[in-house]
C-alpha cells in the first residue's frame, strides 16, 4: 500500500534530486509524482511504496533535508495538481477509466 | 558646482576601484572571516584564482600529496577542534578525489567544507577538460551542497555552508564554484549572514523517563557518538554520577566515556567485550543517549537487549525509531534532556539497584581481559593498551582494521576528542591524514597514529606531507603482512580459503619511512617493546615505529555476522 506524501521546497538547487535520491537510496520506491511551482517554492507529491519500512522515519529523513520546508504525509489523498489527477482521483471508482490513466503522464510536469 | 560635481565622480570612482576586489579575494576573505585558519587542499587549473588569493589571506594551507588526504586530514581536524574541518580541490579528478572523505565525514557526522573549483559556467554541461558533476555525486554522502552561481552570491552561500556543517547533527556540505565567478571584480564589503543559535529546550516525557529509571532494576546507560558531538560529556558524566548506573558505549564514544571508570563496562558489539554485551542482553532499560543502534553495536537487531524497554536520547529526530522502538522517546537538544533529567531524577524516590551493580561487577571480573599471551611474539593489545597508558591526553586516530578493533578495545580513552576512528565508513588510509589534521588542530597533545600494513599503503604519501610541514605524529604500524581483518573471516566463515589478503610483499617499512624523511625503526620480539615505547614517546618529530606481528592474530570476541551478540566466539590469543 502506497503512502502519499507532500514535500514543499525552499528555491534551492538540487533540492527535487536530493530528496528523490534519499527516497530510493534508503529503500522506499516512488510510484507516481507530480511537481508544482508555488510561489514560494516548488511541491511535490509522490505515492510512496514502503516496502515493509517505516514511513514516519522515512518522512523524518526527508524533513531533514536542508532545502525541505515542510513534509506532509496524506494516507489517503492522491495527488491532485492536474486534471490527469483529478480525473484520476475520481477514477477511483471506475476501474476501467483508471487502468487507460498511466502515472507516467505526470512524469515529466 | 561645475567643478565640485566632476571631483565627487573621481572620489567615488576611486574608492569604488579600492573596495572592488575578485570572487577568489572575496571568497578567502569570507573563509577567514568565518574563522577558518587552516585549509587541507592540492591545487589545479579550475580553483587556481582561489589558490591565487590565498598567500596574503591570513589562512594556512597544507598541501597534501592526495585530495583524500586532504579531505581526511581536514575530518580529523575537525574531531579534533570541533570546528569547521576545510578542504579545497580542483574540478574533475581533484573533485572525485575527495568523495571518500566525504562519505568518512557524513557516515561519522563531522563537519566539514568541501570547496570545489568548477570549470567555467559557460562551458559546464559540455564536457568539459576535467569536469565533472561533483554536485551530483556527490549528493548521497554530503549533508548539503551548493554550485555558486553568482559571484554576488559567495558570501551567503559560505556562510550557509559552515552554518549548517555545524548545526544540529554536523555533516559535510560541499561548495562549488565554476572558475570564471572567481575571476569577476565585485564589490568587496558583502556582508556575512549570521544565524541564531535555536532555543534548546528539554523533551516532553523527561520526567516519565526520570519515573522509568527510578524505577528499573537492571538499568544500563547505551552511549554514542552523539555526546561528543553535542559536548555535554560532562552533562552525561554528571546524569551517570547521580544515577550510580553502569554504562557502555559504541565505538565512537570511547573517551566520552572514560574507559577506566569503574562503572565502565566496554564497549559494545561485534568485537565489544564480553560483560557489555552480556550487560545489554541482561538489562530491563536502556537508556540510550546519542547512538543510533548500528549493526556493528547490535549483532542481530530482533535480538538485542530482548528484556529492555528503552529511553532514546538523541538530537536527530530522525534516529529515534528507525531500527528499534523507542519506549519514552526524548529528541532534541541532548545537553537540555540530560539536565532535565538529572533534575526529574533527584526527586523521585529511586529503588535500590545493588544487586546489578554486583552482577555487572562480577561480568566486569570474569570477563576482564587477559594480556598473557603465549609466546615471544609481540602481542598487540597488551602493547597498545601499554602505549596508550603512557600519556594522560594522547590522541589515537586509528586506520581500520584489526589494530582498530584492538584499540577500541585495549586502549585507555580518558578525555573526549581524543579516539579518532572511521566509524560508520571504515575507510582503510583515514589514520595517517587524520592524524596529521588533528596534530594541527592541537599542536600541544601527542598524536599517534596507530596504522596496519594495509591501511598505511592506501595513503602513504601523506608521510611527506609530516616531513615537508615537520608535523610531529608518531605512527605506530602492526605489520602481521596480511589484511588482517578480512583472513580473520576468511578463516572462520570461509573454510579457510585465503583469497588475496596476503602482503608478505610489503616493502621495508621502516626503510620506506626514512625515505619519506621521517626517523624510524622495526620490532618483532616481545622484549623489545619497552625500549621501542620509550624512544617512540621520547623523540621528537614525526617517526614510525614498525612492529610485526603474528600473522594469525585475531581479533576476539567477535560476534558473528547475523548472531545474538551473547553469542560471542572466543579464540587463542596471539
Known amino acids: 500500500m502506497s503512502s502519499h506524501f507532500e514535500i514543499r521546497f525552499d528555491h534551492s538547487e538540487g ?48 524533513e531533514r533535508l536542508h532545502d525541505v520546508r515542510r513534509v506532509r504525509n496524506h494516507a489517503d ?33 | 558646482m561645475s567643478l565640485a560635481q566632476p571631483q565627487t565622480e573621481t572620489q567615488t570612482q576611486s574608492r569604488l576601484e579600492a573596495e572592488t576586489v575578485s570572487g577568489a579575494q572575496l571568497f578567502v576573505r569570507c573563509l577567514r572571516q568565518l574563522g577558518v585558519e587552516t585549509v587541507f587542499g592540492y591545487p589545479g587549473g579550475a580553483i587556481m584564482p582561489i589558490y591565487d588569493a590565498l598567500p596574503d589571506s591570513g589562512i594556512t594551507h ?29 574540478s574533475g579528478p581533484g573533485a572525485t578525489n575527495l568523495v571518500t572523505g566525504l562519505a568518512n565525514s557524513f557516515l561519522d557526522s563531522v563537519p566539514v567544507v568541501a570547496i570545489t573549483g568548477q570549470v567555467a559556467s559557460p562551458l559546464m554541461g559540455t564536457d568539459a577538460f576535467q569536469e565533472v558533476d561533483v554536485f551530483g555525486i556527490t549528493l548521497p554522502v554530503v549533508k548539503h551542497s551548493y554550485i555558486i552561481r553568482s559571484t554576488e552570491e559567495i558570501p551567503r552561500v559560505l556562510a550557509e555552508a559552515f552554518h ?47 519515573h522509568a529509571m527510578s524505577s528499573a532494576q537492571r538499568p544500563l546507560f ?12 560532562h552533562a552525561m558524566r554528571s546524569l551517570a554520577e547521580k544515577t550510580g548506573f553502569p554504562f557502555v558505549s559504541t565505538l565512537k564514544a570511547l573517551g566520552s566515556v572514560p574507559t577506566d571508570h569503574p562503572r565502565f563496562m566496554g564497549m559494545l558489539g561485534m568485537h565489544g567485550k564480553t560483560a557489555a554485551n552480556l550487560a545489554i542482553q541482561e538489562s530491563d532499560l536502556l537508556i540510550v543517549c546519542g547512538a543510533r543502534f548500528d549493526d556493528r553495536a547490535t549483532g542481530k537487531l530482533d535480538e538485542f537487549a530482548p528484556h529492555a ?4 536520547m538523541d538530537g536527530d529526530l530522525a534516529e529515534i525509531g528507525k531500527l528499534r522502538r523507542a519506549d519514552i522517546a526524548l529528541p532534541g537538544d541532548l545537553h537540555a534532556n540530560l539536565t532535565a533529567l538529572a533534575e526529574h531524577y533527584s526527586e ?11 552482577r555487572c561487577r562480577d561480568l566486569c571480573h570474569k570477563h576482564a581481559w587477559d594480556y598473557n599471551a603465549p609466546g615471544d611474539k609481540i602481542y598487540a593489545p597488551a602493547m597498545l593498551k601499554q602505549l596508550s597508558e603512557m600519556d594522560d591526553r594522547m590522541i589515537i586516530s586509528c586506520d581500520v582494521g584489526q589494530h582498530q578493533m584492538w584499540v577500541a578495545q585495549h586502549c585507555r580513552f580518558r578525555h573526549p576528542r581524543t579516539h579518532l576512528t572511521s566509524g560508520g565508513l571504515g575507510t582503510m588510509g583515514f589514520g595517517l591524514p587524520a592524524g596529521l589534521g588533528a596534530k594541527l588542530a592541537n599542536p600541544n597533545d601527542l598524536v599517534v597514529v596507530i596504522s596496519g600494513d594495509g591501511s598505511i599503503m592506501m595513503n602513504i604519501q601523506e608521510l611527506q606531507t609530516l616531513a615537508r610541514y615537520d608535523i610531529d605524529v608518531r605512527i605506530v604500524l602492526l605489520d602481521n603482512s596480511a589484511l588482517g581483518m578480512v583472513r580473520q573471516w576468511q578463516e572462520l566463515f570461509f573454510d579457510g580459503n585465503y583469497s588475496e589478503i596476503d602482503l608478505s610483499d610489503n616493502p621495508d617499512f621502516a626503510a620506506l619511512a626514512r625515505v619519506f624523511g621521517l626517523k624510524a625503526r622495526t620490532i618483532d620480539q616481545r622484549d623489545q617493546v619497552d625500549e621501542a615505547l620509550d624512544w617512540l614517546m621520547n623523540t621528537p618529530g614525526p617517526s614510525l615505529l614498525h612492529v610485526q606481528i603474528d600473522p594469525k592474530a585475531n581479533v576476539w570476541p567477535l560476534v558473528p555476522p547475523g548472531a545474538n551478540n551473547a553469542a560471542m566466539m572466543q579464540g587463542e590469543q596471539r
Open chain 2, 62 to 90: 597544507i598541501l597534501t600529496r592526495h585530495e583524500q588526504g586532504a579531505a581526511l586530514a581536514a575530518d580529523g581536524f575537525a574531531r579534533v577542534s570541533g570546528r569547521v574541518g576545510v578542504c579545497m580541490a580542483t
Open chain 2, 309 to 312: 524497554s528503552v529511553i532514546h
Open chain 2, 222 to 233: 547505551y552511549i554514542g557518538g552523539g555526546v561528543e558531538i553535542a559536548e555535554v560529556e
Open chain 1, 15 to 62: 533540492a527535487l534530486l536530493r530528496c528523490l535520491g534519499l527516497i530510493q537510496r534508503r529503500g522506499y520506491g516512488v510510484t507516481e509524482m507530480a511537481m508544482r511551482a508555488d510561489p514560494d517554492g516548488p511541491v511535490l507529491t509522490a505515492a510512496i511504496e514502503a516496502n515493509g519500512r517505516s514511513v514516519e522515519t522515512l518522512a523524518r529523513q526527508i
Open chain 2, 348 to 358: 523521585t524516590d529511586t529503588q535500590s539497584i545493588r544487586p546489578w551493580l554486583e
Open chain 2, 164 to 210: 549548517i556543517a555545524r548545526e544540529g547533527r554536523p555533516g559535510p556540505v560541499l561548495v562549488d564554484i565554476p572558475k570564471d565567478l572567481t575571476v569577476n571584480q565585485i564589490a568587496a564589503d558583502l556582508p556575512l549572514p549570521s544565524f541564531p543559535a535555536p532555543a534548546a529546550r528539554p523533551a516532553p516525557g523527561v520526567d516519565v523517563a526520570a
Open chain 1, 77 to 109: 489523498a492522491l495527488p491532485q495538481h492536474s486534471l490527469a489527477d483529478a480525473m484520476r482521483a475520481f477514477s477511483r471508482f471506475l476501474p476501467i477509466l483508471s487502468r487507460r490513466l498511466q502515472p507516467a503522464t505526470e512524469m515529466g510536469r
